[in-house]
């Protein structure tokens, strides 16, 4: 049955509005998203992955191949900025809205009053724990090793004892957790909550009872049985306060039964009546850092190219023919990083030998997508001039399909052969 209030406008009754369906909600949306995510492909991989096989990370249709990894380190920068200003203005709205343990914890919620009642549905609760710690486990390795080669191996008994263990590993704690630990994670071993002290400041919002209408207050302590933390609301803010909201919903309808003003405690930014400043040094700071760091990692990944080429020295001696041909020979390493293959025209050129001519051979290559090779070319030069010389020149590796690149090299020019 849901409590209503009067409306002193209308005369009338209106429900009391409650934050715990929206949070339900968010939560729902978080694990359909965490579960869908492995399985949704992009450009034919998956959305988001790791593979642990090519050391490469797959993030919405781009590879980010392992001596890349400067992209994700700036991107994670990025992140870390945001979740501290995120933090600076809205205090735990994360562990409240967002985080994977609340939520895990919230859908759970039935083990809570499977131990009140005890008996079969106790142990029925175990299981259903145990089962969803299970999948959550198998999920969190999918982000590294593909969901339906998982499930493969699964059916066929041929995860392998490396799968095997890590899965089992990750299923036995999740389920220590959520079968025991519960919020007592949130509430004395979360490290972002010690960092809640250093963070947070007198403007944040937080969920605060307002101590100007401590007459409303009844005293019914409905906040404090509520809350899945065992603290007491109207002591003022305190660490291990996840931002659940279990206060406002349980407190919104005693103050309706009464008649009194709804919102004895809420969301506020920093304690009622404390004026509201968004803009203050702490968020300015992070918020210049987070755009900073978006900036960077814009750069980054807009400098990232699909072909990377690597040109070295040979142990081929360089040599001068009778007809005055000049013979280097390089070793290309050639790496095709995107998902198209690629066919490269090669070729050379060097400003300082006017009227000279380059041949490569082979003078083009084909790269699968994902493909490295490493081959040896042989540059032949003509009409080069005797006398023993190095020479700068550039290699030219033109691709069929987008941008090419460029690498710049040292030729050996011999003297005349005898």
Request: with cysteine.
């Amino acid at each position: 049955m849901t409590t209503k209030r009067v409306d002193g406008r209308s005369g009338r009754p209106s429900p009391v509005r409650r934050i715990r369906p929206w949070r339900r909600l968010a939560e729902l949306a978080q694990a359909a998203l965490a579960l869908g995510l492995p399985f949704l492909r992009v450009n034919g991989e998956s959305a988001l992955r790791f593979d642990l096989g090519s050391l490469r990370l797959h993030v919405l249709g781009a590879t980010v191949w392992m001596d890349e990894l400067f992209v994700v380190l700036a991107a994670t920068l990025f992140l870390a900025f945001a979740f501290l200003l995120v933090t600076v203005l809205f205090g735990r709205i994360w562990c409240g809205w967002a985080c994977p343990q609340t939520a895990l914890v919230d859908l759970t919620g039935f083990l809570t009053r499977a131990r009140k009642r005890g008996g079969w549905r106790l142990g029925a609760a175990y299981l259903a724990i145990a089962l969803g710690s299970a999948l959550v486990a198998a999920n969190l390795t999918w982000y590294f090793v593909p969901p339906a080669e998982f499930l493969r191996g699964l059916a066929t008994r041929s995860l392998g004892p490396t799968l095997s263990g890590i899965w089992f590993a990750l299923a036995v704690v999740l389920f220590a957790d959520l079968a025991f630990w519960r919020q007592g994670f949130c509430a004395s071993t979360c490290p972002y909550a010690k960092l809640q002290g250093a963070l947070l400041d007198r403007h944040a919002l937080v969920v605060a009872y307002d101590v100007r209408r401590d007459q409303d207050c009844v005293d019914c302590k409905a906040c404090l049985r509520v809350c899945p933390v065992g603290i007491d609301i109207r002591d003022g803010l305190q660490s291990a306060c996840t931002g659940c909201t279990e206060c406002i919903d349980a407190c919104r309808p005693i103050m309706a039964k009464l008649g009194k003003e709804p919102d004895l405690i809420r969301y506020a930014f920093g304690a009622p009546g404390t004026p509201r400043r968004l803009l203050r040094p702490a968020s300015i700071a992070l918020g210049l850092l987070t755009v900073a760091a978006l900036g960077l990692t814009a750069a980054v990944a807009a400098d990232r190219q699909a072909l990377e080429v690597t040109v070295s020295g040979s142990d081929f001696a360089p040599r001068r023919t009778e007809a005055g041909e000049v013979y280097n020979a390089l070793t290309l390493s050639l790496e095709n990083r995107g998902r198209e293959p690629l066919v490269l025209a090669l070729s050379v050129s060097a400003r300082a030998a006017r009227g000279a001519a380059f041949e490569l051979r082979p003078s083009a290559v084909a790269l699968a997508p994902g493909e490295h090779r490493r081959l040896r070319v042989m540059l032949v030069g003509r009409g080069l001039p005797p006398g023993a010389a190095s020479l700068p020149a550039r290699l030219v590796a033109a691709a069929s399909s987008g941008p090419g690149t460029t690498r710049e090299l040292t030729l050996t020019v011999p003297g005349a052969s005898r």
